[in-house]
């Protein structure tokens, strides 16, 4: 026995020992932002602490025991092997606990899943592997794609304080107001995670579950995407930044603003042709940021995964197929449609690369207003 | 006797004599339960160190934050054919190895029932995973969709090698199946005169369980993953929206397979249990029948719960609240077993050689498992737990220290009585006390990783995870190194070692510990008549 | 349970299951490559691979039952030995309902669930309001949510009559067997002949019903939901129509041949018997949920 209670001790220090070092990650639930989240918190310790209970009287017999009925010590061993009054007692008494426990948890169950009457309602759509976020009260959508730079991920830099948890455009809730989401995938199945808002919702595509979170406080909160979705389902981070009413409403007249003007511009792109040089640049910023993680940079792609672009038959022959694979992507495979992601000019320039690059020197120039002719039936 | 024209006897005279045969002839061909039962625990034990590898891949990338030693693409390939081959290459074989062994020698059977589909059964597997690990070599890469192969991802989304791994499941849920009747059929028709259903031990009683999930849950397996074939090759769109389908469905037809499955690799190692802890108190099991009826409730719950490993799909509240419940429900029969080894140890005459401790270790370690997997059943604690480390602790202290440590406590309880020698006491000792304290800093800290938010099947975390994965890492090459030692012990007590009496243990009863150690290699050829 | 024990036979070494368990591994290997090589159209040699191993089954099939009809006709096996197999068949059919089971829970659940909740059912309004605005529950889903077409397969003409057929081969089967209890070899042989001749234009007929689907309806392997399950289910049942046609020929030609069975001891004429009465039941459940309702 003195060896055992010896081990566990070594145990029990080593572990403290790692986790005063490591004081920035918390070693329990978050308590969360919201009433939600405080509930849940608290039904976790509940069953925790009801847990704790029942483990320290079970194993404080089964050690007495241990200590106790042991042969070096001389004991006899008893012949008893059944009693119908113990077992219908340890029966009923676990029933009755467990009854206790399914109360509140169905309280705060059913608090959680009723999304009416909600004031925002924010389209969140996952795809491999971003999160796009669409106000459907606004005319306000956009992307918000993983901000950490690849060389930290290389360990070619340092990396930041909020490294993989940290995204380029952040989704924006007004606090003290129920913000509904409704949550969908474009592509494979992804899940919506804030922790601090106790809120996470499988991303089904072709589906929309229904999630919702009254934030009170202004705030920055992260989370991640929480279902295997393939190759970078650990680089598709969430950050949710809650603001005052009146930074809310200023913030989505502006971003409504900037996106209609951004539109009013593409309309006028149109009469214009780009140069090779400016096509050419576009497409490669394009490319890298949206096509290079499976076709990958070298345009090689992964054999039995992803095609190949560099002198395959599409990117070298069939101009329209080629646009309009990028347009509306190839059902039944991972190619998604670029359409909505993708301004007409970016379209262009990314299909101009593709034409031009890794010795593919087609000489094709493809314009934005070939694009929304494409588009157009 | 009826039609039977020549005498049976005369042939039964002439087959006592056959020792086994020589070379390798022997276990390519083998009928003997015994063989059989060696051949798959030796496999289970090469899958367990082959699993085992990805594992340390695995702990070795996580070592540190950023991306150092594979791509996230040969990552995914890893976990997931780490939990392939655990589930159905190491934890599965290496029970149905104890069944073949120890049933028939339990319930005073010559053999198994259908011996030469039990050697089938074996046979296919070896080729199965052989075809699951060539698949990692295919262009494209294995099979990266998690062990739980989630459509789409493991239809439109997945590499070429989809195909292999569908059939090689195939074939591994033929041979489960066979090897599943055969334990049904041996144990409906093969007792011992005397031996009735009431007498039988609880590993015969806990496997007897077991064989009737796999023979009602594999075939759902064998459709789930057809569906996922003609889904992604022949234009079907079971788990597709835009036909009609729904994505969750196939959670709901894996699943509906995948919790019994849990259940699988469970219920013998409650029989194993069963069988070390009186043989050490020295004091009868108590609560037999109750014993047995837990395990039927627990069988039975199994098929109403599989819905709580999908809280977060968006099911409608009432279905929700329903799996919650039943979930729930499932910790009073196995709270039962767990109070039903604590009062047989009660009052016994306790002494603590290796199986013993791996016997002890599980009841704790398996009943934390128990612990976390109830908090897991709440469902809106379970939107937080959902897909973090939590879980990753969760099923780990239930398969590793649970299923596994069960294996461990069989393999040292039945080593003497499989090679006639005793196993060496203070290696196994060593290697019980490395593994325990080892498999507590892996798999402990979890917990605490989960709950702070880290997701599991990442191959790259927040700097905020760093220390506490650099544990958990340590935790798992240590735990990895100290498995040697049970190989180093296995070999020393197949070469030789104190010669071991038939009854082996003190406390030991039943029909195996009433033959010689060895067992001869046919046993019970005349079944023994049972008081 | 007095009497003196009967001895249970335990067979020697066999060769014939790691035979089959090449087979196996050769027809899952070929098979693996081979749907890749024919959905992409590209070279390869798991067809090759796939049909080896099929022979090679079929090769370590007849050896093994070889192995087992001489055993049997040399009295080796006792009634304890005819029990397990008895059980070990029925627990097989056991596991092919299962696996029945498992695709007509996918039938009821696009049915009751997904295709509802695609148009707005439980809690998913939403996702007929933002992504399926024009599409309408109703089954037969004659239109799926992408907007494929198709037309339903009517319950009336073949596959009532196949009904009927497969309903009458249970019944002449349920002659021949009891033509072997009574001794009478005549009426086992010509009614299980029926029975193999019933089966095979159940087959043929069904053959003529994926015609007509697939030229006249538009009904396809592909087009949706609907034509997922019925080609799927319909499909793996042939499939066991034709295993248990193939098991029944066996089994006549033994009759036939070599005068094998009598009245007391028939374990593969039952075993047999069963799994065509079972593919029988799984056809009425197929009728009702598939065709008619």
Redesign the interface.
Known sequence: MA?TSY?CWS?LT??LA??T??A???????QGVTEISQ??YH??MK??YI?CA??VA??G??FW??IH????KG?????????TK??LL??AL??VI?IL??IP??Q???A??DTSEADVTV?ITGS?WKWHYKYMDHKVEYYSLLATPRK????KLK?G?????EVDRPLVIPTGKKVRF???SD???H?W?V?AF?????A???????AWTKVDHPGVYR?????????????MPIVVIAKDQADFDQWIAQEAATQAAAKAEEQKLLSMNMSKEELMALGEKTYMGYCAACHQPTGMG????FPALKGSKMALEDLPGHIDIVLNGK????MQAFAKQLSLSEIAAVITYERNAWDNNTGDLVQAADIAKAQKP | MSTVTTDPHAHAEHEHHHGPAKGLKRWLYTTNHKDIGTLYLLFALTMFFIGGAMAMVIRAELFQPGLQIVQPDFFNQMTTVHGLIMVFGAVMPAFTGLANWLVPMMIGAPDMALPRMNNWSFWILPFAFSILLLSLFMEGGGPGFGWTFYAPLSTTYSSDSTALFVFSVHIMGISSIMGAINVIVTIMNLRAPGMTYMKMPLFVWTWFITAYLLIAVMPVLAGAVTMVLTDKYFGTSFFDAAGGGDPVLFQHIFWFFGHPEVYIMILPAFGIVSSIVPTFARKPLFGYASMVYATSSIALLSFLVWAHHMFTTGMPVFAELFFMYCTMLIAVPTGVKVFNWVATMWRGAMTFEVPMMFALAFIVLFTIGGFSGLMLAITPADFQYHDTYFVVAHFHYVLVTGAIFSIMAAAYYWLPKWTGHMYDETLGQWHFWCSLISVNVLFFPMHFVGLAGMPRRIPDYALQFADFNALISIGGFAFGLSQLLFVWLVVKCIKGGEKATAQVWEGAEGLEWTIPSPAPYHSFTTPPEIK | MSEKYEHYYVPDQSPWPIVGAVALFMMAFGAGHFVNEVTKDQPGYGGYLLLAGVATLIFMLVGWFRNVIDESMHGLYSKQLDRSYRQGMSWFIFSEVMFFAAFFGALFYARTIAIPWLDGASNNASTAAVLWPAFEAAWPLLKTPGGIETQAMPWQGLPLYNTLILLASSVTLQFAHMGLEQNKRGQLKLMLGLTILLGASFLYLQGIEYVHAYQDLGLKLDSGIYGNTFFLLTGFHGLHVTLGALFLTVIFLRILLKNHFTAHKHFAFQAAAWYWHFVDVVWLCLFIFVYVL
């Open positions: 060896k081990l145990l080593f572990l790692f986790s070092q490591s920035e990650m918390p070693l329990n639930m978050t509930q849940v039904l976790h069953i925790f847990c029942i483990g079970v194993f017999v089964m025991s241990i009925h042991r042969k070096s004991v006899e061993p008893a012949q008893f092997h059944e009693s113990v077992e340890w029966t676990p029933v467990l426990m399914a948890a169905t705060t169950l059913i959680m899943e389209l491999q930290q991920i290389d360990n990396k304080d909020n490294y993989l948890l409704l949550v969908t592509d494979v199945i899940s995670w922790p106790a809120v996470k919702k499988d089904n595509p072709g589906f929309i579950n229904e989370g991640q995407c929480a279902e295997l979705c393939g190759k970078d389902h650990g680089f992964i054999p039995g995964v059902t039944g495979t991972a």
